[in-house]
């Protein structure tokens, strides 16, 4: 028997929805394996690729995994650790600062570095204006793609492993602190034997997002031009018209992406144990003073500048530098649709991922938290996969039900809507799913008693209690949306664009000059949103 | 006052159920092409929506959407792209004097039809490469030993490549061109990485001695519009027309066809013959620096410099393009061309 039965709302209707939302969640993966029946055994890409491709292609991803992994993890790890220990010049200044590499997504790193990095480029412009015009192209030194792609993901992902260490680190207990000083440990054993240990899940959770992102990267991949597994996909579909291939490296890059998924799951789990904060103790925040106190200001301001400074003077840069490519701009309509676009996504998301949580939480069943446990699938799965998941979706439906949705989802705002969903939907999800984890289930039994039903439950004790996760998920999948760009490049409607999508025109016709406006808008949206949230990413800031 | 916006909002409604419009699928990012359609929608009064995007996942949406599909013409960047969306159905087949009079014949078929022209060429660093080396010079040669190390090109996987190395499929057979992916490879100065313009900064710098690249490219450097310095760069390299003892430089389209579900056929249809008027010709060769497709157009400065005297490969039909691509690409991947 479950819960509430005093309910004016059946059992059965709550389940029929969120069973609903669950499948909906994973249509992409549904029409990924559907693909996949499809193969036909002599695919003459998939035997090509095998014999000629797939070691290089496996070997390139794997290498920009590893450099981004351990560059991620080096920089993220050592900036928290200074901002949350150590007070140095503008320590404080550096805690939020760093937070806005959130806002460059890895595409326009790419454009800057490659523009800085180019004969005759942005490098050479500024060695040849200071210094000596003949040898400019010499000292600038050529880029490999490889080291493009790992510098353009490591600096826009590193955020993740910063925030959730520097979390990790605010919450950890100061007594075990104050016990590794009382042994004589010096700092750098306190920070191998106490503090890195015990931010360990925290960290290992921010490397698995850094995973599932750099793996399902096609924008820098393809920018740069080297041959990863997305890339592989890519040439099965775009060559060899064979997409069922595509779909099988797809899946092949999911259960590569879930298995950092099944990582990070099982040390969420953990990390639950380790977060044992001891209010009482204020932190102690040592000062630092002299050679070390620059070492930490420079080292931060590098991390800052490279980060965030980097990409935004290049596309400051271009625009002042080429102010013709402003004029082309729609920009009322280009920030009418990204606020269109970021309201009615949210609200949908969250609104799907609140009610599937409430469900499951009180209707207990497995079945439901199996499927939706599936729907993180979406996550991992690259954009461009995605758009065409939704596409052969509908299709589907019409040839095999013969329902009609076409004309309604594909080429319409409503299409770009689910395709967002299929994205980010994990995103608001687990966060959900994490607030619902700290609301003790006697709390729901007690206001039961009470004689609430359930619908007052969650408008009364569950929502109250959500309102600040709510507006960071709000914020966070906005983020997603204004700097995503293969789904809404192919689902959106008619002369819809957006600031991605217009970046992404001017950067494909070899204008990156003028990509530097819509970049530039993005960037400051994206500031924008972040800057509004910023205690909420810094989560002990109260 | 209601019922004013009742009005209103009819008068809106039955606007946009009954307006004059074409909708356009497009790969062609260029904002020129924009103002070329507000053109033609003075011109004629019919609207023109376009969604623009790569290739492949446009062509997806398009046969997926089938029967609903609104769209009314598909524009794509590369002959067999073109020849592709072909076989799949996408377009219905067209009859019009005026496109059929102003494209020649190996530009276009029932289906589809060349727009603009693009010429794959040789760059050289004159500082580098004396006159005498590299006149008469064909793409055959470029297998040849004396250029080991010497040469930029971008990757394998790029579609300009594929059609260039279907063309010399095409007409030098399979097994010659093999021995040429072979020599060419060979002779790469780096492992081929950036796009067009990167090849040609590439000679500039004296990192290759020659590049192969498309010539809007290099026009592009040279109008100004990447800034001083790219400027500077593009004038310290030239351009080369090889194979002119013989068949003639390659040449790649891009082109439109009308879709198989076109709502809006007829206008698709004037839509096309615009495309092809003088004035659109010189609109688009002057913006995309791209070759015009129909004769005596008198087109800017920077192209004349570039060369419009010079010998086309004009024997070849350039759907040939579509049915070698496949072969191209694993060739060029089995010689090593990554």
Redesign the interface.
């Known amino acids: 028997m479950s819960r509430f039965e005093n309910s004016l709302i059946p059992n059965s209707i709550i389940y029929f929805f969120v069973l609903l939302i669950s499948l909906i969640s994973i249509i992409p993966l549904f029409t990924i394996f559907n693909g996949i029946i499809e193969l036909n055994t002599n695919s003459?890409y998939f035997y090509?690729f095998r014999e000629?491709?797939l070691k290089?292609y496996v070997a390139n991803s794997i290498i920009i995994l590893f450099g981004v992994l351990v560059f991620t993890f080096l920089l993220g790890l050592y900036s928290a650790y200074l901002v949350s220990f150590y007070k140095f010049p503008f320590s404080s200044f550096f805690k939020y600062a760093l937070i806005l590499s959130f806002a460059i997504p890895p595409y326009i790193f790419a454009y800057s570095l490659?523009a800085f990095f180019?004969?005759?480029?942005t490098g050479?412009?500024i060695v040849?204006t200071f210094l000596n015009e003949k040898m400019a192209?010499q000292i600038i030194p050529?880029l490999n793609?490889i080291i493009g792609i790992i510098i353009s993901l490591s600096f826009s992902l590193f955020g993740y492993v910063y925030i959730l260490a520097r979390s990790s680190f605010v919450n950890q207990s100061q007594n075990l602190i104050e016990v590794s000083s009382n042994l004589g440990f010096s700092q750098t054993q306190r920070f191998f034997k106490v503090i890195l240990p015990s931010a360990r899940p925290a960290i290992f959770i921010g490397l698995s997002l850094v995973a599932m992102e750099t793996l399902s990267d096609f924008g820098t991949a393809s920018f740069?031009?080297?041959?990863t597994l997305i890339?592989g996909i890519?040439?099965s579909?775009?060559?060899?018209?064979d997409?069922v291939s595509a779909n099988i490296l797809s899946l092949f890059l999911l259960i590569f992406i879930l298995f950092f998924f099944c990582l990070e799951s099982f040390s969420s789990k953990n990390s639950k144990y380790h977060l044992s904060n001891s209010s009482s103790h204020k932190k102690k925040i040592i000062n630092l003073s002299g050679k070390k106190a620059i070492f930490a200001f420079v080292f931060c301001f590098i991390l800052f500048f490279l980060s965030f400074l980097f990409p935004l003077f290049q596309m400051l840069f271009w625009t002042f530098?080429?102010p013709e490519y402003y004029s082309?701009l729609d920009l009322i309509k280009l920030n009418l649709n990204t606020v269109k676009l970021i309201l009615a996504s949210t609200i949908i998301i969250i609104v799907c991922s609140f009610f599937s949580n409430f469900g499951i939480r009180v209707l207990q069943k497995k079945t439901l938290r199996f499927i939706s446990s599936l729907s993180i699938s979406g996550y991992a799965i690259p954009g461009?996969v995605i758009?065409?998941s939704t596409?052969?979706f509908?299709?589907i439906l019409?040839e095999k039900f013969n329902i009609?949705l076409?004309?309604f989802f594909?080429?319409s705002i409503y299409g770009l809507i689910l395709g967002y969903l299929f994205r980010f939907y994990s995103i608001s999800f687990n966060a959900i799913k994490a607030g619902y984890l700290k609301i003790n289930q006697s709390i729901d039994d007690s206001a039961s008693l009470l004689g609430f039903s359930k619908f007052r439950t969650l408008t009364k004790i569950h929502l109250p209690f959500f309102k600040k996760n709510i507006y960071f998920i709000f914020i966070l999948i906005s983020l997603e949306i204004i700097k995503e760009l293969?789904i809404t490049?192919?689902?959106?409607?008619?002369?819809?664009e957006t600031f991605s999508?217009k970046a992404?025109?001017?950067a494909?016709?070899?204008?990156i000059?003028?990509a530097s406006v819509p970049s530039l808008f993005l960037i400051l949206w994206t500031t924008f949103l972040i800057i509004l949230s910023i205690k909420y990413f810094l989560s002990e800031e109260k | 006052m209601k019922n004013i916006l009742i009005l209103f909002i009819i008068f809106f409604s039955i606007e946009s159920i009954l307006a004059n419009e074409i909708n356009l699928f497009t790969t062609r990012h260029y904002e020129s092409d924009i103002q070329l359609y507000k053109k033609f929608e003075e011109k004629t009064g019919i609207r023109v929506n376009v969604i623009s995007g790569k290739s492949k996942p446009l062509e997806k949406r398009i046969l997926e959407e089938d029967r609903e599909c609104i769209g009314d013409i598909f524009f794509l960047a590369d002959a067999g792209r073109l020849v592709s969306a072909e076989q799949k159905g996408i377009f219905q087949k067209i009859n019009s004097e005026i496109l059929e009079n102003s494209i020649p014949k190996h530009f276009r078929n029932k289906y589809w039809f060349g727009l603009t022209k693009r010429a794959r060429i040789i760059f050289y660093n004159p500082k580098l490469i004396k006159e005498d080396e590299i006149e008469n010079l064909n793409y055959e040669d470029l297998a040849k030993k004396n250029w080991k190390g010497k040469i930029a090109i971008r990757q394998a996987n790029n579609v300009y490549n594929q059609s260039l190395v279907s063309s010399l499929i095409e007409t030098n057979g399979k097994k010659h061109t093999q021995n040429w992916l072979k020599g060419i490879v060979r002779n790469f100065s780096r492992n081929p990485q950036g796009n067009d313009r990167a090849q040609i900064l590439a000679v500039a710098a004296g990192e290759a001695e020659i590049a192969i690249a498309n010539t809007y490219y290099y026009a592009l450097m040279l109008s100004g519009k990447k800034g001083p310095e790219q400027k500077k760069a593009a004038e310290r390299v030239k351009p080369f027309f090889p194979n002119q003892n013989n068949r003639g430089a390659h040449m790649n389209i891009s082109g439109a066809g009308i879709l198989r579900f076109a709502p809006n056929k007829d206008n698709a249809i004037k839509f096309l013959e615009f495309l092809v008027s003088p004035t659109s010709q010189l609109h688009l060769s002057n913006n995309t620096f791209e070759y015009p497709m129909i004769e005596n157009i008198e087109v800017n400065d920077l192209i004349k410099k570039i060369g419009i005297d010079f010998k086309q490969h004009n024997s070849i039909d350039v759907s040939t393009y579509g049915k070698w691509q496949k072969t191209s690409f694993k060739l060029m991947k089995e010689a090593g061309w990554n």
Do not use: C, H, M
């Open positions: 003459e090509f000629f491709s290089n490659s180019e004969n005759y480029g050479y412009l040849s192209n050529n793609p740069f031009g080297t041959s890339t890519y040439n579909w775009f060559i060899f018209d997409l530098k080429f082309n461009i758009s065409v596409i052969t509908f299709s019409n009609n076409k004309s594909i080429g293969p490049l192919i689902l959106r409607p008619f002369n819809f999508t992404y025109n001017f494909s016709q070899d204008l000059e003028a």
